[in-house]
């Protein structure tokens, strides 16, 4: 069986919570694999990163250059090839950047590559069997991949729960000096921060949550009276503020906000891995949707099939009656 | 007798003898009015073709009633009246002007060589210019003091031309008043010399006549010869300004109104005089640049008084929606002359959207009918707005959220993306189907008459139920019929006014191969947006009716008899729908339909039969976003609640939608509901005899 | 500017309902309605609007059979004025490496400046135009939300990262971008405009005009293979309250107090 390494990406000297996960993912490729850690970066942020994931990882290999201190998917895709050793297996987490760089990474590695991997069924001979979704997630396929001469393995996000493992005491092995000459033909220029927007939801205890099934925006004004109600703040997910009905840094998914909020009522929300990928601590979920086969009753605590535009306005008027009859 | 004065061809101007003199201004005033007329008509014949000349007949009748009956005048009773007695006074002067100009002004001058045809005459338009010169006077009070609101011109239209209106009253009035003295003064003459009375009592000239009693004859001949040269001047002035503003429509009005669109309810083809195989090689669709338009469309705009009465009724415009019917038209005459100037070249054909008109003020359009209902120039604006959709449709320049319901009418035959195999799926409802079986006609089952559905009563939880009660309704009153089925298509009722021609088309022709199979002879639906489009859009189909008109010859012929209304309580106001009233003009089938259900309290809301106020809009409007200050729908059942309702009864499947949502809105649930026609009827449906005729082939709807 | 854009024709998720089919080896493609992916349109869309400044040329490229040149069509009558199906039975199967494989043949035999594609196809892995880029060594960035000509030699691009963040980079031509959605406002394609691009030759490449080896493509040459869908069962899931909606109302109120989630 092939070495598996996992790449951690790191912001400001933290790793993603990927780290643990891809450790998971490690074990049910190879039960018996001890993966080793992969860094990238520069400046004592990388080392903050390494030193944090020993607990987690037995080897931990420190990549730092200072052409790579942002990480941009191009260069750190040349400095993954130069390090790497070939026919090895390399996860990492599906998400803006594993998007941009894995393709080409394993072209250039000249290995198997499945993206956004839910799932890991288990090894026969060569072949690792797993589990993606298509279709926006409304299905699932089964997938067999030869991964004879090695894999690089997007896993999805939250997919695979972090086990628990003794920990260990791991090695930071410096591999900097692998790297050879970076390219150029694409250049890193900044970062636009998204505007702050008069909410942050991000800090918020309690969220309704509104998606697609509000139809229009004159129907997000029943969501605030809820959150009036409730004393909560209203988010949504991607459609909506596509939609412009409301502003951007109100939406929660994997290219919108992260939120760790106590209870999550998520209207007239499908559920798709994207939106759910913003939602981060296990809150109490309630889930409101008139389809009974939306994929957010997987993931739900409680669930309600009704129409959202007739539901909650009840909701809010019995929480009304509720509260004034508790004064 | 006495001597009158000399006709004013026989003064001397200056060093220039009189005949001389006006034989000039004739000359010179003519010729500029024909070359304005000319520049003027210019762009009307580079502009797309109409086909206008046909059923000349109907058009001289239409003309009749209009134009010379002044007909839609009095919608505005003040304005109206106020117009009615300028127009008259206009035309019995205009005659005068007439022979004053073919026979010269020397003839008629001597008050005793008269006949009494021409004595009366003479004495009418005294009259005549009396009442045009107070009418002017009370026509600048009111835009001077009173400031009639639709008269205001919105910041965003830039400036009116508040001086400019005044100043023509002006001008007019001034034409009356050399009118006039120049009879008066050459009656004093007589009166002088005691000849005559002057017999049109009261009147303008009359008072003057009075006034110069004791004038000098010297004083009276210059005010005489004075006066003429004045009226002359003012004269020509007026007609060779008129062509420059609001005043053209005096001599534009004729020919706007004689050739006004005949057919209610249609729509323009995309162009006139090609075969629809023609039209596919088309590079161009719709109206992009000024010169797309067609030349009755410029004449339009030619014509426009710019009175405001459009806007008023515009339900667009009531909401706050960029659109203003007044404005589309006053527009687009400001751009026809700055760029087709008179007295310069032309400035070529620049597009129109995004300068002279915004999308979503083309967009916001319902079609309601609200504007040409009202105009009393006959003026079109739906056609215009059907040609400026087409032209953003081509040029791909359409809203997202329109972008998805036409693609699911192209890939699925309805707006909602729903699956083509589920469209007649609202007959199996269990308790429905128990009791009223619906053929399915396709192929292997014919009917007498097609119930026609179309998509939203076919697909929508809530209209479904008008589907059911209008099945029951037809089984009930023993009608052989069937629904299309799967084999239905949108109507494209909408889609061909949002301006997709050619995906109309194609639902039009698989509709009617459809249609063609199941041998019906007529065709029901419940839908005016269906009913539109299949009487006038569609050709070559059986007879088509609304629900409304079938229930109402049943309950006349005695085959349909109505139940006490359930709720005695209740006051009901009908909600006419702008396709089934306005465009088509069935007013009194659904309130006959209401008075017979005994015991039922009926009242009218003030916006009713023509003057309805619409919904909100039906088909892809629903689909699109407007940006408005609130909703028509509320607007409507705010008007209900004026006239002391507490339902609303309507027979579209659209107005529901609109106006139970603007009930929620406007925080009205629980005080106002709102209840389909058939519906109401099926409720209300007494229980079949024996001696009622059980229809063919269907589960007869017995022992309920 | 030259211009190509790798497009697909998929079902389209938002008219369709999506099942596994009864023998459970491929979706229930019975009534489903195709069109082209999404992210594709939104390609097609950025990319006719920088030839429209830059002029040049917009060809739009697909690998399939016969009934995949609808999507062609579709994106002609939308603007683009070239097209090409690159067809084979040779080609049946392939994984992603396997499209990159084939479109990276194409490639050569033309000369493009820009190569667009979407980000991730309904039923793709988000990874052709990662490949394409690296086996045409050109340099490569995804989830592109914004685009700007600089000049002949190079772009200004932003990428979508997390929070709403963008993350702006300078890219050297030619090179491989993949669009994502929301990037413009795609134009509305007319009936009209498909109609009378319905009979224009599109022309054709198979194995043999693209030199293609047969071993590193379609199914022979595919490394990973689905072979089946299914549904996942339910497991846990959520708890479905039952009963008449005030009694639901009230149940859940309960259930918010008790989490402390009513002020």
Same mark, same amino acid.
């Given at each position: ?327 | 007798?006495?001597?009158?004065? +000399?006709? @004013?061809? #026989?003064?001397?101007? $200056? ?5 001389? !003199?006006? &034989?000039?201004?004739?000359? *010179? ?122 008269? +205001?011109? @919105?910041? #965003?239209?830039?400036? $009116? ?5 005044? !100043?023509? &009253?002006?001008?007019?009035? *001034? ?530 | ?263």
């Amino acid at each position: 069986m092939s070495r598996i390494f996992a790449y951690i990406p790191q912001k400001s000297g933290v790793p993603d919570d990927a780290a643990t996960e891809l450790v998971a993912v490690a074990k049910k490729i190879d039960s018996r694999a001890s993966p080793t850690a992969i860094l990238i970066g520069f400046g004592p942020e990388i080392d903050a990163a390494c030193t944090s994931l020993r607990d987690s990882y037995a080897e931990i290999w420190r990549v730092a250059n200072e052409s790579l201190a942002y990480p941009n998917a191009e260069l750190v895709r040349k400095a993954l090839v130069d390090v790497l050793p070939a026919g090895c297996i390399l996860l990492l987490p599906h998400n803006h950047f594993g998007i941009d760089l894995s393709p080409g990474l394993s072209i250039k590695m000249n290995v198997t590559y499945v993206s956004d991997v839910v799932n890991i069924e288990g090894t026969d001979g060569t072949f690792l069997n797993l589990v993606r979704q298509e279709f926006g997630g409304q299905i699932s396929a089964h997938v067999r991949c030869d991964i004879s001469s090695g894999a690089v393995l997007n896993i999805r996000p939250g997919a695979f729960k972090p086990q628990e493992i003794p920990a260990l005491n791991g090695q930071v092995v410096d591999k900097s000096a692998a790297v050879g000459a970076l390219p150029s033909k694409r250049r890193f220029v900044e970062t636009i921060v998204a505007e702050a927007g008069d909410v942050d939801i991000s800090k918020e205890p309690v969220l309704v949550s509104i998606g697609r099934g509000i139809q229009e925006k004159d129907n997000v004004a029943i969501a605030q009276e809820l959150a009036d109600a409730m004393g909560a703040v209203v988010s949504c997910s991607r459609p909506v503020v596509d939609a412009k009905w409301l502003e951007k840094c109100r939406q929660v998914g994997s290219s919108g906000k992260t939120v760790k909020p106590k209870i999550y009522m998520a209207c007239g929300i499908s559920g798709s891995f994207q939106h759910l990928a913003g939602i981060k601590g296990s809150p109490f979920l309630v889930a409101i949707n008139k389809n009974p086969k939306a994929p957010i009753f997987q993931v739900a605590d409680i669930g309600i099939i009704d129409d959202l535009l007739e539901f909650l306005p009840e909701l809010t008027n019995r929480i009304r009656e509720s509260v004034s009859s508790h004064r | 007798m006495g001597v009158g004065f +000399a006709s @004013p061809d #026989q003064a001397t101007y $200056g060093l220039i003898p009189g005949w001389l !003199f006006f &034989l000039s201004i004739h000359v *010179l005033g003519l010729t500029c009015f024909a070359y304005i007329l000319t520049r003027r008509l210019t762009p009307l014949l580079h502009a797309a073709p109409d086909f206008r000349f046909d059923r000349p007949w109907l058009r001289s009748k239409k003309t009749l009633q209009f134009w010379f009956g002044q007909w839609k005048h009095p919608r505005y009773p003040g304005a109206g009246v106020l117009h009615i007695l300028i127009f008259a006074g206009f035309i019995t002067l205009a005659i005068r002007a007439f022979t004053v100009l073919i026979f010269g002004a020397g003839q008629d001058f001597d008050v005793s060589t008269l006949g009494i045809v021409r004595q009366l005459y003479e004495i009418i338009t005294d009259y005549a210019a009396t009442i045009v010169f107070l009418c002017m006077i009370v026509a600048a009070v009111r835009r001077i003091v009173f400031k009639p609101a639709r008269y +205001a011109v @919105p910041p #965003q239209y830039g400036k $009116g031309h508040p001086a400019d209106a005044i !100043f023509l &009253l002006g001008l007019i009035a *001034l034409l009356m008043v050399a009118d006039s003295l120049h009879e008066a003064s050459k009656a004093a003459n007589l009166l002088q010399q005691g000849v005559s009375e002057f017999p049109a009592v009261f009147s303008l000239p009359w008072f003057m006549a009075r006034a110069l009693a004791s004038a000098s004859y010297s004083t009276l001949w210059s005010l005489y010869c004075g006066a003429y040269l004045l009226h002359q001047l003012t004269f020509y002035f007026l007609l060779c300004y008129r062509p420059f503003g609001i005043q053209f429509h005096v001599e534009t009005s004729l020919f706007n109104v004689f050739f006004a669109k005949l057919d209610r309810g249609t729509v323009k083809p995309v162009k006139w005089g090609l075969s629809e195989a023609q039209v596919d090689q088309l590079k161009s669709f719709g109206v992009k640049k000024f010169g797309d338009f067609t030349w009755k469309h410029i004449l339009d705009f030619y014509s426009c008084a710019d009175c405001g009465r459009c806007s008023d009724n515009c339900p667009a415009n009531a909401v706050g929606r960029p659109l203003s019917p007044r404005f589309v038209t006053v527009k687009a005459r400001e751009y026809c002359f700055e760029h087709y100037p008179v007295f310069a070249p032309s400035d070529g054909n620049l597009p129109l959207v995004g300068g002279l008109y915004s999308e979503d003020q083309i967009w916001s359009c319902t079609t309601c009918g609200a504007c040409e209902e009202e105009c009393p120039l006959l003026i079109e604006y739906i056609d215009k707005i059907v040609d400026l959709r087409r032209g953003l449709i081509d040029d791909g320049n359409v809203p997202q959220t329109l972008q998805k319901p036409l693609k699911a009418l192209e890939t699925r035959g309805n707006p909602y993306g729903k699956l083509e195999k589920n469209r007649a799926e609202w007959t199996k409802d269990k308790e429905f189907r128990d009791h009223c079986e619906v053929k399915i006609l396709d192929g292997r089952e014919t009917a007498d008459t097609l119930y026609f559905v179309d998509s939203i009563t076919s697909y929508d939880d809530r209209m479904q139920s008008i589907g059911r009660a209008t099945a029951r309704i037809l089984s009930r009153c023993g009608h052989n019929f069937g629904i299309l089925g799967t084999k239905e298509k949108d109507s494209g009722h909408e889609v061909r006014r949002f301006g997709e021609e050619t995906l109309f088309r194609m639902l039009r022709d698989e509709n009617a191969d459809a249609i063609d199979s199941t041998g019906a002879s007529k065709i029901v639906t419940a839908d005016p947006h269906a009913f539109n489009a299949l009487k006038h859009d569609y050709k070559n189909l059986p007879t088509v009716e609304h629900i409304s008109q079938v229930i109402a010859h049943e309950i006349k012929s005695g085959r349909l008899e109505l139940k006490r209304v359930e709720t005695e309580n209740d006051v009901y106001t009908y909600h006419d729908p702008c396709y089934l009233g306005r465009h088509n003009q069935v007013y009194d089938n659904p309130r006959d339909v209401l008075d017979a259900i005994p015991g039922l309290k009926r009242v009218e809301m003030k916006r009713s039969r023509d003057r309805s106020f619409c919904c909100g809009g039906g088909g892809l409007m629903l689909f699109y976003e407007p940006r408005e200050e609130q909703r028509m729908g509320v607007l409507r059942v705010r008007m209900a609640e004026e006239a002391g309702a507490n339902v609303i009864v309507t027979a579209c499947p659209y107005c529901m939608v609109n106006i139970e949502d603007a009930i929620k809105v406007a925080g009205l649930e629980g005080k106002m509901r709102a209840i389909d026609l058939a519906e109401l009827v099926e409720k209300h449906m007494k229980e079949q005899g024996p001696e009622t005729r059980q229809p063919d082939g269907l589960v007869a709807v017995a022992g309920r | 500017m030259e211009i190509l854009v790798c497009a697909r024709r998929v079902p389209d998720t938002s008219e369709n309902e999506i099942e596994v089919n009864s023998a459970g080896n491929d979706i229930e493609r019975d009534d489903l309605v195709y069109s082209v992916n999404e992210a594709d349109n939104y390609a097609v869309e950025e990319a006719l609007q920088i030839v429209a400044k830059q002029g040049g040329n917009v060809t739009v490229v697909t690998v399939g059979n016969e009934d995949d040149e609808e999507i062609l069509r579709r994106e002609m009558a939308m603007g683009a004025n070239r097209a090409a199906l690159i067809s084979d039975e040779a080609f049946c199967g392939s994984d992603g490496k396997g499209i990159a494989t084939i479109l990276k043949a194409y490639v050569e035999k033309n000369h493009y400046d820009l190569i667009l594609t979407g980000v991730q196809a309904e039923d793709g892995g988000a990874q052709v135009g990662g490949m394409l880029a690296a086996m045409l060594d050109y340099p490569f960035a995804s989830l592109v939300n914004s685009i700007q000509v600089v000049d002949s030699k190079k772009l200004k691009i932003s990428r979508e990262i997390e929070s709403g963040n963008r993350e702006v980079s300078e890219i050297d031509l030619p090179c491989v971008l993949a669009i994502q959605t929301g990037i413009n406002e795609p134009r509305y394609v007319g009936m009209k405009g498909i109609r009378q691009v319905a009979s224009i030759d599109i022309p054709t490449f198979g194995l043999s005009e693209l030199g293609v080896d047969a071993a590193s493509v379609g199914e022979a040459g595919a490394r990973v293979k689905r072979t089946d869908y299914f549904v996942p069962a339910a497991g846990k899931g959520a708890e479905i309250l039952q009963g008449k909606r005030e009694e639901i109302v009230d149940k859940l109120i309960e259930l918010l107090r008790a989490k402390g989630g009513l002020k």
